[in-house]
């Protein structure tokens, strides 16, 4: 009998052992992040592509406007996003806002809405024509374009290369559709030996190179000329160089196609921050 109480304490002390342990807390899960050569741990949404691998930069230099217009300048300010890593780099995506800005030189146009105001005057079809001093408007002026431009590319991918990142360099290739915001007006260059100067109907800022807007108009401050909504593309090649592991120096190449015929180039540096 007290061989067998013996026997039930032991079983009954080895069951509670056993129990116990059951309860013990089990250790934390290994890490998720990585760790350097040096050990220290780098968290990282995208590995091998920097901290996260986002940037935002801002951007100028010169540009080739549309229209015949010409030489320019281009500002504006970008945001990569990256999306995936690919063969030999990575592919990010891209938002894009530009604004540019240029004047033409002078060249001649025909003003048919001053032609038909000096046969009003009671000027002969060809006096009309000719203009002063045989009929009181020109109909033919020497104008220059004003162009502003506001291109938005709601949607790019840009693809960087990352075989020379041990020298700081990564080239990268880019596409993307854009939304551009065209306005443009003309203003008449001033001839003093014409008979009409001034500001009157054909001779201030011309929308379409044809007439100026009423005067109350501009009294209450409102731009003259003539805006169009385009839809295009581009295309972009540069070099980012890394100066820090925060902070990038980028020089790149920009077409756009600008409608079905305009084509807008530009060059320009920029500043990237990264995180």
Known sequence: ???????ALLVAAALGAGEARGQEPQGPPPPTSTRTSAGAEVHELLPDIGRIGSA???LAGPSWNPYDVGRGFQL????DLPLVRVPGGKLSYEILIAFSAGTSDPFPTTNAVAYVANLAAGASPA????GPPRAPFPVTRDVTTRLHLLQVAPFSLKYQIQAFDHLRIRPYFGAGLDFVVVITRQD??????LA???TA???AALIAALIAQAPELTARKIPTGQGNMEIGGHAMAGVEVRVSRGLSLNLDYRFTRVGSTGS??????ALGFHW
């Open 188 to 193: 008449p260059v001033r001839d003093e030996s």
């Open 1 to 7: 009998m007290p061989g067998r109480i013996l026997m």
């Open 201 to 203: 109907p054909f001779d």
């Open 127 to 130: 006096d009309a024509l000719a």
């Open 76 to 79: 504006g300010g970008f945001i």
């Open 264 to 269: 807008l180039h530009s060059v320009n540096a």
């Open 56 to 58: 935002v930069g801002i």
């Open 196 to 198: 009409f100067t001034g």
